[in-house]
């Protein structure tokens, strides 16, 4: 059972923009930090954004600072990940983590054409 699934990747182009869902089932989600990860073919998975439980505090890995906004609504047990501004270097697979149960989602393709 995915206790994480993502949604909302696809192709865009560059200065495009995407929202990515995650939704959460069978743990308590609004207890949860969570986390935004991407990963490319032979890389290593580099951290995006994170996200307090409560969401008062975001954090953002420098490359996407100003173009991305990681959010919350416990109420639908539901992470995003909104994506402006995209370039051809964001393309990845991108995944939802729960850092402290070590959850993954499957994740979902983002592919940015120049």
């Known amino acids: 059972q995915d206790r994480l699934v993502e949604s909302g990747g696809g192709l865009v182009q560059a200065g495009g923009s995407l929202r990515l869902s995650c939704v959460a089932s069978?743990?308590?989600?609004?207890?949860?930090?969570m986390r935004w990860y991407r990963q490319v073919p032979r890389q290593a998975r580099e951290f995006v954004a994170s996200?307090?439980?409560?969401?008062?505090?975001?954090n953002y890995a420098d490359s996407v600072k100003g173009r991305f906004t990681i959010s919350r609504d416990d109420t639908v047990n539901t992470l995003y990940l909104q994506m402006n501004q995209l370039k051809p270097e964001d393309t990845a697979v991108y995944y939802c983590n729960c850092y402290t149960a070590d959850y993954w989602g499957p994740g979902t393709q983002v592919t940015v054409s120049a």
């Open positions: 996200i307090s439980f409560g969401g008062e505090t975001t």
């Open positions: 069978g743990f308590p989600f609004k207890s949860y930090n």
